[in-house]
Nanobody, 124 residues
């Protein structure tokens, strides 16, 4: 079992920045690929970014590429999402997730563990 707890969400003006953190406990953090997803009420959960076990490979949705950066610190059992240039359309609940399988995936259904989510609101 892995427990994931997100933090760092909040309200910012458009163009502002936030850094989300996701702290993991339980099994060895470095054994998991990690992802960030977001969801707006009434819509499907959407892939945002993912990172490999070592942190050497990262993947981004086209909508956030160049603005968001995913990173991880395996010594601290934490994955981060630095969000710059926030837009109103980035407003959503953001979730981190852990995947025990080999290889990084952008598909939500492949992830095994999920955090409770943190609200991000970018006002225009």
């Amino acid at each position: 079992q892995v427990q994931l707890v997100e933090s760092g969400g909040g309200l910012v003006q458009a163009g502002g920045s936030l850094r989300l953190s996701c702290a993991a406990s339980g099994r060895t953090f470095s054994a998991y690929c990690m992802g960030w997803f977001r969801q707006v009420f009434g819509k499907e959960r959407e892939f945002v970014a993912a990172i490999s076990r070592s942190g050497g490979n990262t993947y981004y949705a086209d909508s956030v590429k160049g603005r968001f950066t995913i990173s991880r610190d395996n010594a601290k059992n934490t994955v981060y999402l630095q969000m710059n240039g926030l837009k109103p359309e980035d407003t959503a609940v953001y979730y981190c997730a852990a995947d025990v399988s080999d290889g990084v995936t952008t598909e939500a259904r492949r992830y095994d563990y999920w955090g409770q989510g943190t609200q991000v609101t970018a006002s225009s």
